[in-house]
Structures are given as structure tokens and as C-alpha cells.
């Protein structure tokens, strides 16, 4: 009971940030994905910010079709299409890239919020997304992967790094190089949890480095396919406990079914 109280305060934390971002994209001086890397131009080209107005980066997702994005339920579960953008096209957050609006919003029928289960969403756009050499769409996977070693993730998310007392966010895409366990390896640290179900994967990193709020919805990336959705990450960030993403690889008969 213990770990499930402390399981449901991390995720109140994270889906509070979602939900009330502070950051404007004008307002950007530090943080990152903790412990991660500079991105540079086009190496993440399927790589969105999710954007709620004025123009609040609350979330990532990945391009898989010319009008469609994946990302979390957590992080759409409350929005409407009227109050979503996708950013695409940039590692700057303030700067270089393309904004397309919304025409519908897709969150999983079986989603929970309480046990964060089948934790995935389809965002399509109005219009189709131009592809260029720094904007295209990733595969999805066309294997399970239930291991595996340097797989990356990528994101705009929040760190530890604090200014006056508030963590920032830096205006460069951050990505990581990252370990996925296996679920026998990922259930063992968290005995007792009723969270870790075979539709997640636990992305493991080194302490210090890691996914953090605001990275939610994130792809995680592995030869050239998406195989893991950011769904809850550590709270501190960067512990020595792995990530949770959301297994695409278990959701591609609903995704083919609604990304039409």
C-alpha cells in the first residue's frame, strides 16, 4: 500500500506539470533531460512538442504518420483539440519550427488513470506534416523488444537543476542513450507493485541521468522504430530506479485501427 501511495504522488506531481505547465517557450534558460546531451538538427526528426496556448511545451510525442502523433494518455487525457498544437521540425523550443493544429484527440478506451494502464494517445492534425530532412515520421516497431541495449530517448522535459526554487527547462533538445530491462529484471524493483503490467518496458540509466517531467509522452527509440512511450518517470528524476514507458509494440492493433 505504501508503494502504491508513493506511485500515485509521483504520477500527481508529473500530471500537475502536464496540466498546469509554467513554461513558455520565450521563458527558457536551463534543465534538461537529467544528465542528457545537446540534439542536434534533424537527429530527432520525429520528435514533437505537444503545446497548449499561449504556447506551453507540456509533453513530447513522436510523428508516425503525415497527420498523426503518438504520445500519452496522461498527457491528453484533459485536453481538447482547440487547446493543443504539435510543434515539430526543431531541437530549439523557441525557435525554427512548425506549428500544426489539432483536429482530434484519441486517448486509449482502456486507459487508467489510476494504475497509469495503457498509458498511449493518437493526436491527429488538420493538415498533413510537411516532411523535410529535419521533420519525418519513425516506424513502428515490427518486433517486441523485450531487451536491449542503447536504445535513446529524446525531450524538452524539466530537471533537477533548480532556478530561484523552479526547475527549468532548456531551449536545446536533450536526448540520453539508455538500457531497456527485461520485465523480470524491471518487476524486481518494485516488489509488491500492481503498476508494472507486460504492456511497459523499464528503461534503465545510470543515476543522475534520466526522463523527467515534461519528457512524458516521449518516444523511446531503438533501430530506427519507437518502441516505448515515456509514461512515469522517477520522482526525484534520475534515481536509480528505471523509467516506465508504455510498450507500442503491445497497442499496434489499435494503433492501426485509429491511424488511418
Same mark, same amino acid.
Given at each position: +500500500?505504501?508503494? %502504491? ?28 533531460? %537529467? ?33 498523426? %502523433? ?8 484533459? +485536453? ?61 516497431? &515490427? ?18 537543476? +533548480? ?37 511497459? +518496458? ?10 523527467? &517531467? ?18 512515469? %518517470? ?27
Amino acid at each position: +500500500m505504501v508503494r %502504491v501511495t508513493l506511485f500515485t504522488f509521483a504520477l500527481l506531481i508529473i500530471g500537475l506539470v502536464a496540466a498546469n505547465p509554467t513554461l513558455q517557450a520565450s521563458d527558457l534558460n536551463g534543465g534538461r533531460i %537529467v544528465g542528457g546531451y545537446d540534439a542536434v538538427p534533424g537527429q530527432f526528426p520525429y520528435q514533437v512538442s505537444l503545446r497548449r496556448p499561449p504556447n506551453f511545451h507540456f509533453c513530447g510525442g513522436s510523428i508516425i504518420r503525415p497527420r498523426w %502523433v503518438l504520445s500519452a494518455a496522461h498527457c491528453t487525457i484533459s +485536453m481538447s483539440p482547440a487547446n493543443l498544437n504539435v510543434y515539430v521540425g526543431s531541437v530549439k523550443l523557441a525557435s525554427g519550427g512548425v506549428y500544426y493544429t489539432t483536429m482530434r484527440i484519441v486517448n486509449h478506451p482502456l486507459y487508467n488513470p489510476d494504475t497509469i494502464e495503457n498509458d498511449i494517445s493518437l493526436i491527429q492534425t488538420v493538415l498533413p506534416i510537411t516532411f523535410n530532412e529535419n521533420t519525418q515520421p519513425i516506424s513502428l516497431p &515490427s518486433v517486441n523488444l523485450l531487451s536491449g541495449i542503447g536504445a535513446t530517448i529524446s525531450g524538452w522535459g524539466r530537471s533537477n537543476t +533548480m532556478d530561484n526554487g523552479t526547475a527549468v527547462v532548456l531551449d536545446n533538445m536533450q536526448y540520453l542513450t539508455v538500457n531497456i530491462l527485461t520485465m523480470e529484471e524491471c518487476r524486481a524493483e518494485r516488489p509488491g507493485s500492481n503498476n508494472i503490467f507486460d504492456s511497459v +518496458m523499464c528503461v534503465s540509466s545510470p543515476s543522475g541521468q534520466g526522463a523527467c &517531467s515534461g519528457d512524458s509522452g516521449g518516444p523511446l527509440a531503438y533501430n530506427g522504430m519507437v518502441h516505448g512511450i515515456a509514461s512515469f %518517470v522517477r520522482v526525484p528524476c534520475a534515481t536509480d530506479v528505471s523509467d516506465v514507458y508504455e510498450r507500442v509494440y503491445s497497442h499496434l492493433p489499435w494503433i492501426a485501427s485509429v491511424a488511418v
